[in-house]
């Protein structure tokens, strides 16, 4: 790969990003770069669609294509192309949304119906399940910087986590989200937590893992550290987000307290909640959270019934409080995640990315490492979208 086609993508990205700060998740590339892009004048969306076409026009199949493939579908989304939702997603991401036929989510709440026995329905049960493991307001920071800890050791163990490597952790209020990594390149980041917002201990163990070590943190660290800095692979100094790179990035970090808390570093994950004075049973817990993943698919479905089915937002709302054994809240915020034109396809992201890379690495830890370390396309995974067979 040539530096120009490489640069030339890079650009893109980032007069893409001008017309939508969400366009863009991290940026560690020459800052001169992106203040030459800053300084220039907005580049209208047909011209980034022009720019895309002529930038596929000159590669081959490869990861960077995949990656322009997405930015010319965005931009032409921004310069008013008619497009369809599953189009859109299948532009950006490169797997196409399909409905999840509902036995599965019956299946699943068969499953879960046996792990948690009692009165109300299946979806009060669930939600008192979570009430029972709630982390106390005051114990959210403590048990989170801990947790870190532990799974940081867990990575270094997998991966060379380089000197100076490390992040920051930010307590925050106030905010409509549980947390999120902010990755400022030279191998630091940023984890803001809302310790306002409610988080049960499997929903505080899963966002320290999936956003920290060994997911989003350790995933921009060693591709920083192994294709940037080592390979001068400039493309992978920008992160976009509706593209197939973004795609495999939350599979990766969607598997990583699956792959974590399966292990035999399980029980030490448990003794740090236990030491935090919460009653856990990580084992039931896992078992819980294993039989409800299938339910993640309605949310696909639901912005299917939104956006191609032509359903009302009620008729979204019961479904998913229905399938995804949803509160009305949650419910309530999905629905405006489906609406935001940055984030409608988004979505799709989280169970096709779990699904896939799941399958890719089916438990082998050396597997998981080339997610981290390597360039990897959605066809290096498997074909399909991974959403049950129907």
């Not at 039989?291 to 949310?299: D, S």
């Not at 089915?309 to 999905?334: C, F, I, N, S």
Request: hydrophobic share 45%.
């Amino acid at each position: 790969m040539t530096e120009n086609v490489a640069e030339r993508y890079v650009r893109l990205g980032l007069r893409l990003g001008r017309h939508d700060d969400g366009v863009v998740d991290a940026y560690f590339g020459p800052p001169e770069l992106k203040a030459a892009i800053d300084a220039e004048p907005l580049s209208a969306p047909r011209e980034l669609v022009s720019s895309a076409q002529a930038l596929l026009e000159v590669l081959d199949e490869c990861w960077l294509r995949d990656q322009v493939m997405a930015l010319r579908t965005y931009a032409g989304v921004l310069a008013g192309e008619a497009r369809g939702y599953a189009d859109e997603v299948e532009g950006c991401y490169g797997v196409r949304p399909r409905h999840t036929d509902e036995t599965h989510f019956i299946d699943a709440h068969v499953q879960l119906a046996e792990l948690l026995p009692g009165t109300g329905t299946l979806a009060e049960r669930y939600e008192r399940w979570q009430q029972s493991i709630m982390v106390p307001p005051e114990r959210i920071e403590t048990l989170f910087a801990d947790v870190i800890a532990e799974a940081r050791a867990w990575t270094s163990d997998l991966i060379e986590l380089p000197d100076g490597e490390g992040i920051d952790l930010e307590v925050v209020h106030d905010k409509p989200w549980l947390g999120f990594l902010e990755y400022a390149g030279d191998l630091r980041g940023t984890v803001y937590i809302n310790v306002d917002m409610p988080k049960s201990v499997m929903e505080l163990l899963h966002l320290a893992l999936h956003e920290t070590y060994p997911g989003h943190q350790a995933e921009r660290v060693a591709k920083e550290h192994l294709l940037v800095d080592r390979g001068a692979l400039l493309e992978e100094s920008i992160v976009m987000v509706a593209s197939p790179q973004s795609l495999i990035t939350e599979g990766i970090a969607e598997v990583a307290p699956h792959l974590v808390l399966n292990s035999e570093a399980g029980p030490a994950f448990a003794r740090v909640v236990h030491d935090a004075g919460i009653p856990f049973d990580l084992e039931h817990a896992i078992a819980v959270e294993a039989a409800f993943q299938p339910c993640r698919w309605a949310e696909v479905n639901g912005a299917l019934m939104l956006h191609e089915m032509g359903a009302h937002e009620a008729e979204v709302h019961a479904y998913l409080q229905r399938w995804g054994l949803m509160t009305p809240k949650l419910a309530d915020h999905l629905i405006r995640f489906y609406k935001d034109p940055a984030s409608r396809t988004y979505i799709v992201a989280y169970p096709t990315g779990l699904a896939l890379c799941s399958a890719y690495v089916a438990g082998d830890r050396e597997r998981f490492r080339q997610l981290l370390t390597s360039q990897i396309r959605i066809q290096d995974l498997r074909p399909s979208t991974g959403a049950p067979e129907n």
